[in-house]
Nanobody, 122 residues
Framework: VQLQASGGGLVQAGGSLRLSCAASGRTFNGYAMGWFRQAPGADRMFVAGITWSLINTNYADSVKGRFTISRDKDKNTMYLQMNSLKPEDTAVYYC????????????????WGQGTQVTVSS
């Protein structure tokens, strides 16, 4: 199983980016998928999650209303649309898959992508 994250980059505050996470090796029916981020010197933190089959979503309070998680079953790909970006959103973003619905804990996710850097300048 492989997860490939992409779409990061440098953007000014107030701008937008869309991250993608392409999954290969299996389908993720019944899995929970999530985005996490890790800033330098900080723990890896939950950003957003989605249940692959039910399309239920949940978000960290810090991104609610600005970020949108979605998935395309046909493409086996998950997305994170990030709008109104702030400098504090700067981090390496990781996509992950696991079997525990609605978990915000990294240890509940068995599969991880390699991370993509998002840098928001002020």
């Amino acid at each position: 199983v492989q997860l490939q994250a992409s779409g990061g980059g440098l953007v000014q505050a107030g701008g937008s980016l869309r991250l993608s996470c392409a999954a290969s090796g299996r389908t993720f029916n019944g899995y929970a998928m999530g985005w996490f981020r890790q800033a330098p010197g900080a723990d890896r933190m939950f950003v957003a999650g989605i249940t692959w089959s039910l399309i239920n979503t949940n978000y960290a309070d810090s991104v609610k209303g600005r970020f949108t998680i979605s998935r395309d079953k046909d493409k086996n790909t998950m997305y994170l649309q990030m709008n109104s970006l702030k400098p504090e959103d700067t981090a390496v973003y990781y996509c992950a898959a696991g079997t525990t619905y609605y978990s915000r804990y990294p240890h509940d996710y068995a599969y991880w992508g390699q991370g993509t850097q998002v840098t928001v300048s002020s």
